[in-house]
């Protein structure tokens, strides 16, 4: 098992321009989320879903639209970036709630 | 919504010395509690968790204690080794609200 995938890795985007952080998981699991890391900020939770057709803000929702179509994949779009979006941006995924979540290895994300 | 305060955000410790590290929580009806090490550059990973209905729970060198009362868990990291250096985030959950809530990290440094 591949786990949770992340891509891309890295990336650099100016001002206004958009684009989608890609997630998949291969274990089966309902429970999905994306968090964004900023130093002495901790993981904060940006949008979520419980299953596929079900998603939820987070604490850190605006700027960043999400679509559950499938079990595996949920992907992150930036609507119009701004360098307050710089960031590091996580995924995960859990079988249920309140169980272990699993972390894909990160996006790290420059808006100049 | 829940607040998780963690502290300190920085501890440095001899090798071999004990490492405690603490968090409150705000909502009384939290009832699952995991921590996460997250090492430079890497993702975070599960490290242990304990839920509500016990008050320690212990796997080799590291142990969780939980204060329902107090509404505080504390992370207990003995016999410390440079490996252990890292970033650890404690969490809070409650059953029926599908995310977690991170407190914003402490960053351990052990010696040799």
């Known amino acids: 098992n591949a786990g949770v995938t992340q891509t891309p890795k890295f990336q650099v985007l100016k001002t206004g321009q958009s684009m989608t952080l890609q997630c998949a998981q291969d274990?089966?699991?309902?429970?999905m989320s994306w968090y964004r890391q900023d130093p002495g900020m901790g993981l904060r939770l940006i949008h979520y879903?419980?299953?596929?057709?079900?998603?939820d803000q987070g604490e850190v929702p605006n700027g960043y639209n999400v679509s559950r179509s499938t079990t595996e994949d949920f992907p992150l779009r930036l609507l119009s970036a701004a360098p307050s979006q710089t960031s590091v941006y996580f995924c995960?995924?859990?079988?249920?709630?309140?169980?272990?979540?699993?972390f894909g290895q990160g996006t790290r994300l420059t808006v100049v | 919504g829940e607040n998780v305060e963690q502290h300190p955000s920085t501890l440095s410790v001899q090798e071999g010395d004990s490492a405690v590290i603490k968090c409150t929580y705000s909502?009384?009806?939290?009832?699952?509690f995991p921590w996460y090490k997250q090492e430079l550059g890497k993702r975070p990973q599960l490290i242990i968790d304990i839920r509500s209905n016990v008050g320690e729970k212990k796997d080799q060198r590291i142990a969780v204690t939980l204060n329902k009362t107090a509404k505080h868990f504390s992370l207990h990291i003995t016999e410390t080794q440079p490996e252990d250096s890292a970033v650890y985030f404690c969490?809070?959950?409650?059953?029926?609200?599908?995310?977690?809530?991170f407190g914003k990290g402490t960053m351990l440094l052990v010696s040799p």
């Open positions: 995960a995924s859990s079988h249920e709630e309140n169980t272990e979540a699993f």
């Open positions: 969490a809070a959950s409650i059953t029926g609200y599908s995310t977690l809530t």
């Open positions: 274990m089966n699991h309902e429970y």
């Open positions: 909502d009384s009806a939290s009832n699952y």
């Open positions: 879903s419980v299953g596929a057709g079900i998603t």
